[in-house]
T-cell receptor
Framework: GAGVSQSPRYKVAKRGQDVALRCDPISGHVSLFWYQQALGQGPEFLTYFQNEAQLDKSGLPSDRFFAERPEGSVSTLKIQRTQQEDSAVYLC??????????????FGPGTRLTVL | TQLLEQSPQFLSIQEGENLTVYCNSSSVFSSLQWYRQEPGEGPVLLVTVVTGGEVKKLKRLTFQFGDARKDSSLHITAAQPGDTGLYLCAFRRNTGKLIFGQGTTLQVKP
């Protein structure tokens, strides 16, 4: 079956532009996570959804970052007024129904965002 | 300050050599995970260690959890170019979110 997919794979934005990054989780996976990964570093947690509910957004670095999952499947991470420090790979992961503290997280390939 | 400190940060070796990477912390964990991430891909879970002193083997990879459950190591025997990648240790909070170390970048030259 299909894994987690993300689009676009690459995005170049001019500073100040808004961007939207999409994540399609594995079908039936209730939990969805977003992470930010700087070059050569480990991923850092941004936010977590269980179905359509955003249960943890403690990792979002500023109010320019916004995530949604309105129907409990596809999720979008939006970054407003992008800054150069937003340049990173944005990873999405999903895990099986209702057991986020035990189930394996399956990661997508990421979206590489470059802000000029 | 990193909760999980990985060392070395970068390792370049020849095919056939052995290597060990480390994941250390001052905190005690109920479990630790190891992931491998290849360029252009997301991390893939290799193993979860749960019991202090536990040793798990995955082909040429040997994972160990420290007796005090504060550290872990990954040993690769006879490294191959296909082992090249970023190796990450992580622990999972009760909410499910993963906290990663900064990773060890391994390059295996043919």
């Amino acid at each position: 079956g299909a894994g987690v997919s993300q689009s676009p794979r690459y995005k170049v934005a001019k500073r100040g532009q808004d961007v939207a990054l999409r994540c399609d989780p594995i079908s039936g996976h209730v939990s969805l996570f977003w992470y930010q990964q700087a070059l050569g570093q480990g991923p850092e947690f941004l936010t977590y959804f269980q179905n359509e509910a955003q249960l943890d957004k403690s990792g979002l670095p500023s109010d320019r970052f916004f995530a949604e999952r309105p129907e409990g499947s596809v999720s979008t991470l939006k970054i407003q007024r992008t800054q150069q420090e937003d340049s990173a790979v944005y990873l999405c992961a999903s895990s099986a129904p209702a057991r986020p503290h035990t189930d394996t997280q399956y990661f997508g390939p990421g979206t590489r965002l470059t802000v000029l | 300050t990193q909760l999980l400190e990985q060392s070395p940060q970068f390792l370049s070796i020849q095919e056939g050599e052995n290597l060990t990477v480390y994941c250390n912390s001052s905190s005690v964990f109920s479990s630790l995970q190891w992931y491998r991430q290849e360029p252009g891909e997301g991390p893939v879970l290799l193993v979860t260690v749960v019991t202090g002193g536990e040793v798990k083997k995955l082909k040429r990879l040997t994972f160990q959890f420290g007796d005090a459950r504060k550290d872990s190591s990954l040993h690769i025997t006879a490294a191959q170019p296909g082992d090249t990648g970023l190796y990450l240790c992580a622990f999972r909070r009760n909410t499910g979110k993963l906290i990663f170390g900064q990773g060890t970048t391994l390059q295996v030259k043919p």
